[in-house]
Every structure is written in C-alpha cells, then in structure tokens.
C-alpha cells in the first residue's frame, strides 16, 4: 500500500506537476480505485458562487499519492455521491485546505464519517493563530513555493481553452502541495503537544459548524427590511450633516 510516506517529501521549485481530468463515471471508479490502496488523499471542491452549502461545485481538485486529478462531477454523478463514493474508504486520512464541505456533504446523504480528517488551515490556525491560514501561505512558508489562491483561481473564466488550461493546472497545483503539506503539519502539530486541542476540541468543533451552518436559521426578513430603511434613514441624515459642517463631500464608507 502506498501512501503518505509517498508524499511526505517536500519537492524543489522546479518540480513537474501533471494531472488527468475526469468527466465519465469510468474514469472515476478507476479514481476511486486507487483510493483503495493509498492511505491519504488531499481535496478541494471548487464552488463557483463561493457557498459550499449548494452542494454544487464546479469541480474538485484531487491529489492521491503522486497522481492530481481534477474531477468534474457533471457527467459522473452529484457531489455527495462522490463524497460517499470517498468516504466508503475508511482507512484514508482526507486533508483539505477546508474540510467543511466535506462534513455538510456526509451531513447531507446521512454518511457517518469513519475515516480520519484532516484541516490544514485549522491547524495551521492552531500551530499560530497570528498568521494567515489559506493554502497560498501556508505553503509558501512550508514549502517555499508559490499557488494560486481561491480568489485569484476563480477568476478565470473558463470560456476559452486556455483558460480551462490555466484553471485546471493551478487547482492541480493547489492540490499537489495540499497532500505534502498536511503531514509536515500534523508532526508540527504533535511535537507542540498540540494534539488535543486540534483533534478533541477544534475538529470536531468544525463537524459541529458545519451541520449548524446546513441546518440554517429562520430570518424575519420583512422586519430586517423594515430595520434596513430605518438605517439607511439615519446614515443619510448623519450624511447631510458631516457634508453642512465639513462643506465638503465626506465618504462615511471609507
């Protein structure tokens, strides 16, 4: 069985990422697989409209042990099944740079997850709560090496073919360093003797919000309407006023 001891080295600036796209249930059942004889995969679903809780993303960057893969679920099957479909492998360690969307998708079908997860931006947040905790920094400091961030990666637009080559390379790129960094993190995350903050308190304190998040809460939303124009009706007064004292026109927004 291969695995994380196949990832745990950390590779030089010049190093060759490749990756296969997967678009056919075929395809992905060999994807699936392969999961089947590793013992960690990294994973990052791409929500186009930034709200995971439609359950609904683009497409999903995917690193299992030396092999990136980025999945398209149109054409497979919905993104819960494919979740399922992953946590059927109970052995595996799932990292992700949010493991959030992974939570609310088992939440969703009812799938209780067996299998060991694994945030890199919660434990980089607990390893030092000063920094910046996205992928992009993250691995920039561990590793040295320069990916794309969310924002950034989104802003390709997907309707040329060289922009689908741009997306798709930097998502493999998000994902390639993602599974190479989360063992550098749980050892620093053990040698601080942070173990149990990590693992009893702030994991599964990320199951909770997740399900929190799903379930939602009820709004009166005629009322905050009503509360929206009281304001708005204060804020141009307050505006009136600065710009009768100052002379001048005020940005309050600034």
Request: proline fraction near 3%; aromatic fraction near 8%; charged fraction near 25%.
């Amino acid at each position: 069985k291969s695995g994380s001891g196949a990832v745990n080295e950390l590779k030089p600036n010049s190093v060759s990422i490749g990756f296969d796209t997967v678009k056919d249930e075929k395809k992905w059942s060999a994807v699936v697989a392969e999961m089947a004889i590793n013992d960690s995969i990294y994973i990052e679903p791409i929500f186009r409209e930034g709200n995971y809780h439609s359950a609904n993303p683009e497409c999903l960057g995917l690193a299992i042990g030396e092999k990136n893969y980025i999945i398209y679920p149109e054409g497979i099957k919905s993104y819960n099944e494919l979740i399922k479909d992953i946590l059927v492998n109970k052995h595996l360690t799932i990292s992700s740079s949010n493991i959030k969307p992974i939570s609310c998708a088992a939440s969703a079908i009812g799938v209780k997850v067996e299998c060991s997860l694994f945030d890199i931006s919660q434990a980089h947040f607990v390893l030092d709560p000063d920094k910046k905790h996205d992928l992009s920094t993250i691995s920039q400091e561990i590793m040295n090496e320069n990916v794309i961030t969310l924002k950034e990666l989104l802003k390709e637009t997907l309707d040329a073919e060289q922009s689908v080559r741009n997306f798709e390379f930097a998502l493999a790129r998000r994902a390639y360093f993602g599974i190479r960094i989360y063992p550098w993190l749980m050892k620093q995350i053990k040698e601080a003797g942070l173990e149990s903050v990590y693992y009893e308190m702030d994991l599964p304190l990320s199951n909770v919000l997740a399900k929190m998040e799903m379930r939602g809460i009820d709004l009166n939303t005629d009322y905050y309407e009503e509360v929206e124009i009281d304001f708005q009706a204060q804020v141009d007064e307050i505006d009136a006023k600065v710009k009768e004292v100052s002379e001048t026109e005020v940005n309050l927004k600034s």
